[in-house]
């Protein structure tokens, strides 16, 4: 018996040696090495070509909307649409001032994009999904939350909107606006009197001559129209906010590397005032903070603007002339401007309290 079952165990161990027929076993294949990561590579974009062969930046801006985009009294374009160009100027060509600026009309911003007579738009323009499905066109990035609400006198004790029924009321044509208006007032069985007209402007002097009752428009372009008539404190902004309107800047769809380019550049001043940076502090933080999200940014470590044919202190440039985010919201539709609006959703995400603000990070 125990001879048996020595022969049987040794049987076993030569089919274990062996595969079939009497073959050696396959010797065992080595794992696969691990593949190497993903190659990040320069692409070329045909507008930041011709801005560099030119010298400027051409950009889009609104005719004239306080906090926005205005001429001062020395014929020098100022506002927050304005910075957003300044910017980009600053990041591509290393000067803020390298911007000629078009005043372009509502009904025409898209067309002089498409055409190629600007680079940017950057008019107070709401993301919407024909917008950027249906014209051939980019939005990078919000750089403002806004919503559109009423202005009306007064002197009227109005506090919602649902109390304009039978009312007449200005709005701009080609816009937005006029859009939501429309919808608002079917949706909750209302009627109204459509005062139309062809620019904001219009709207202001037709509201402040009281042909209509009520203005509408974004809730920041009604603060703004505010701030310039004759007795800004006769008026009010209703609470009722009625849409979304994220607001920002506008590229053609053909040149990818270019929407990341302006994408990138305002995050840039969201990421500065995050980590609380300012024009006035970037230099001195640039040769000594030690915090690798800081030095990212700033060019002091890795190299991320040659990914975009930028150079290594594009962001740093654009912080230094332009300012943090916060800096711009400030001096020019904030507390230091004559619209004094809140931060609101235009605050940071881990504000207190949060707005929607939320940049991803350079790494």
Known sequence: MWKRLAAAVGSMFVLVGCGEGGEPAPTPVAPAAKAPGPAYKTKPSPTLAAIKARGHLNCGVHPGLAGFAFRDDRGTWRG????????????????????????????????????????????????????????????????????????????????????????????????????????????????YTPVVVASEADARNAYQAEKCDAFTADVAALASARSVMNSPGAHVILPTVISKEPLGPVVRQDDPVWTDIVRWTVYALVLAEEYGLDSKTAPEALKTSTDVRVRRLLGAQDAFGPMLGLSEDWAYRAIVQVGAYDEVFARNVGPDSALRLERGHNALWNAAPPGLLYAPPVR
Request: proline share 2%.
């Open 80 to 191: 927050f649409d304005v910075d957003i160009c300044r910017a980009v100027a600053a990041a591509t060509l290393g000067d803020a001032k390298a911007v000629r600026y078009s005043a372009i009309s509502a009904q025409d911003r898209f067309s002089a994009l498409q055409a190629g007579q600007i680079d940017i738009l950057s008019r107070n323009t709401s993301w919407t999904f024909a917008r950027d499905a249906g014209l051939g066109l980019d939005f990078p990035v919000i750089t403002y939350y806004d919503g559109q609400g009423f202005m009306v006198p007064k002197a009227l004790l109005l506090s919602s909107a649902d109390e304009l029924n039978g009312a007449r009321i200005c709005v701009q044509a080609g816009t937005a606006s006029e859009a939501n208006l429309a919808d608002y007032f079917r949706a909750r069985g209302l009627k």
